[in-house]
């Protein structure tokens, strides 16, 4: 990958995630990586196009923490991973603010969000699991996202590991 297109996409899941997607613009990406308006519509046809690319890097990145850090793929250690995930990425799931912002069900972005989620349990049930008990890690994990955007992740992490031995 070429520099420049790394430095679009590095600025804009940056921008998009602090800030939403439809309140950034393209001109705020190319000017934050530093690029010209040219670079960037050489390498993305359009917004819509760079946001798929910042969420399947995302999500590149996400699943490879979740086998880096799994080698015994264990529930424990998916768990692990997704709360050591959530505590280098503490405003919320991009995932789920690219859906309420592109909420038509037919849309590229909203299908995108929705194969992510499905991916994560696909994920798990590759690890040896039931497809109940998959979903229900999931479950747990979409959860704990949510409360470690309004409490502190340290207690969430404590908590969501204390459901997951009582449960499994």
């Known amino acids: 990958m070429s520099k420049k297109r790394e430095a679009l996409l590095t600025s804009a899941e940056r921008l998009f995630y602090e800030n939403g997607f439809h309140s950034i613009g393209i001109k705020r990406v190319h000017e934050e990586a530093d690029v010209s308006l040219m670079t960037l ?5 359009s917004k819509e196009e760079l ?3 910042v969420l399947k890097k995302r999500e590149q990145r996400y699943f490879e923490l979740l086998e880096t850090n799994s080698p015994t793929t264990t529930i424990v250690s998916i768990a692990t991973a997704h ?3 959530l505590q280098s990425h503490q405003n919320g799931c991009l995932f789920l603010r690219a859906k ?7 849309h590229l972005i909203y299908q995108y969000v929705i194969n992510h989620k499905n991916h994560l349990i696909s994920f798990i049930e ?4 039931s497809a109940k008990e998959s979903f229900r890690l999931a479950l747990l994990l979409e959860g704990a996202t ?6 502190d992740t340290n207690e969430v992490r404590e908590e ?9």
Not at 41 to 45: E, L, T
Not at 100 to 106: A, D, H, M, Q, R
């Open 41 to 45: 519509y050489n390498h993305f046809q």
């Open 146 to 151: 949510a409360m470690s955007e309004i409490h």
């Open 126 to 129: 590759r690890c040896g699991y």
């Open 83 to 85: 709360l050591d995930w």
């Open 160 to 168: 969501t590991l204390s459901i997951i031995r009582t449960l499994f």
């Open 100 to 106: 309420e912002e592109f909420p038509e069900k037919n």
């Open 51 to 53: 946001i798929l690319e």
